[in-house]
Nanobody
Framework: EVQLVESGGGVVQPGGALRLSCAAS????????IGWFRQGPGKEREGVSS????????YYTASVTGRFTISSDNPKNTVYLEMNNLKPEDTAVYYC??????????????????WGQGTRVTVSS
């Protein structure tokens, strides 16, 4: 059974930090890139960052560049999203998803084969 399980969400003040985890199972990890998406209140789902498991190449959307860092622990089949200097506009449900290597770097949701259930991040004072 394919599973992507996110964890690490919570409530944090502006300027704070969180680390999200995405634990994958049930598929060949390095055949895929893992992406992080988010959907804020009243907003469309947007891609945030992604990483190629096979070669480690990383991608970031402009709004998080310099604040978020994506990484992977391949023996643990886990991808992390370190989020620093959080802003209220980062408030969203964050999802991880898996896309075949050919589409690494794309944030088109229809290309992604597997999705997690999401973890909620709230940035508020």
């Amino acid at each position: 059974e394919v599973q992507l399980v996110e964890s690490g969400g919570g409530v944090v003040q502006p300027g704070g930090a969180l680390r999200l985890s995405c634990a994958a199972s049930g598929f060949t990890f390095d055949d895929y890139c893992i992406g992080w998406f988010r959907q804020g209140p009243g907003k469309e789902r947007e891609g945030v960052s992604s990483i190629s498991i096979s070669d480690g190449h990383k991608y970031y959307t402009a709004s998080v560049t310099g604040r978020f860092t994506i990484s992977s622990d391949n023996p643990k089949n886990t991808v992390y999203l370190e989020m620093n200097n959080l802003k209220p506009e980062d408030t969203a449900v964050y999802y991880c998803a898996a896309v075949p290597n050919d589409y690494c770097g794309s944030y088109s949701p229809t290309l992604y084969d597997y999705w997690g259930q999401g973890t909620r991040v709230t940035v508020s004072s």
